[in-house]
């Protein structure tokens, strides 16, 4: 595996497998891997001969009183996981590499709509942080695919529209959310729970859950179910900041006629900030 800081040697190496016909799939994360990350990795390796993981805790996505200074930088042990995973490069930039003239003065992407709800509203400024990023890390790489979770639903659509916006030549791939064995959806952020609060943090999935058996047996009263499974998440300890169920396509409110619905959730507990998802078919 090839540790790469400087982008112009990581265009040089981009260049040969090209001229060799190659395919390159991009994993963009921001460390502190876990199992997860992994999976995505599995899946890149399903799509492309060569893969590039990036690691860049991202300034630019966190909003004042964010954890950004204390979000967890594990690099070293991350280059292990990423060795064992047969990884080609592990590009690692400096905040100077992907913004040259600053993060105050940087050129910044934004997508409208999507980002302007659910996350978007409970974190003003994260997804402009998102698309400015991920963009400049497609035109360094410029992969034929880039692979992101479902764990961050909103995430992925946002990245889609700005790709498909911006007639972009890249695939995305939306990888599964990968869970404990209590459902759990797994996360940098768990971290930051106590272990009681580990005992707690599963009741998010299994509210969702909830939801997601009583739209399959026809219950179409979307709002009353939110408005119980916040309740429920309240009486459990957690700090709901929204459950929303949406169309999966677009996150456009629903109706009775939508074939595929997402449920998503935020929430904080304790010290983290959970968010979470399932997709429901009719």
């Known amino acids: 595996m090839e540790i790469i800081e400087d982008r112009d040697e990581l265009r040089e190496i981009l260049n040969v497998w090209r ?97 302007e709800e659910l996350c978007g509203l409970q974190r003003p400024g994260h997804f402009d942080g998102v698309t400015s990023v991920v963009s400049r890390l497609l035109s360094m790489v410029q992969p034929d695919v880039a692979v992101f979770g479902q764990k961050d639903y909103q995430q992925q659509l946002v990245i889609r529209r700005m790709v498909a916006d911006m007639h972009l030549p890249t695939e995305i791939i939306c990888g599964p959310t990968l869970r404990d064995e209590d459902g759990l959806a797994l996360s940098s952020r768990n971290q930051y729970l106590s272990e009681e609060e580990l005992k707690v943090a599963p009741q998010l999935y299994l509210a969702l859950q909830d939801i997601g058996k009583e739209l399959q047996s026809g219950n179409d009263d979307y709002a009353a179910l939110e408005q119980q499974a916040t309740k429920t998440l309240e009486k459990s300890g957690f700090k709901p900041e929204y459950v929303s169920i949406r169309r999966a396509e677009n996150l456009g409110e629903p109706d009775r006629e939508t074939d595929k619905l997402v449920v998503l959730a935020a929430a904080q507990l304790g010290n983290a900030r959970l968010i979470d998802n399932i997709v429901v078919e009719n």
């Open 19 to 115: 001229r060799a016909g190659e395919h390159v799939a991009l994993v963009p994360t921001m460390g502190n891997l876990h199992e997860g990350h992994l999976s995505l990795l599995a899946l890149a390796r399903e799509h492309a001969e060569r893969v590039v993981v990036t690691v860049f805790v991202n300034p630019t996505q966190f909003g004042e009183g964010e954890d950004f200074d204390k979000y967890p930088r594990t690099l070293e042990r991350d280059k292990i996981h990423l060795k064992r995973a047969n990884v080609d490069i592990l590009f690692v930039p400096a905040v100077e590499t992907i913004y040259p003239f600053g993060t105050n003065a940087a050129t910044s992407v934004t997508v409208p709509v999507l980002t």
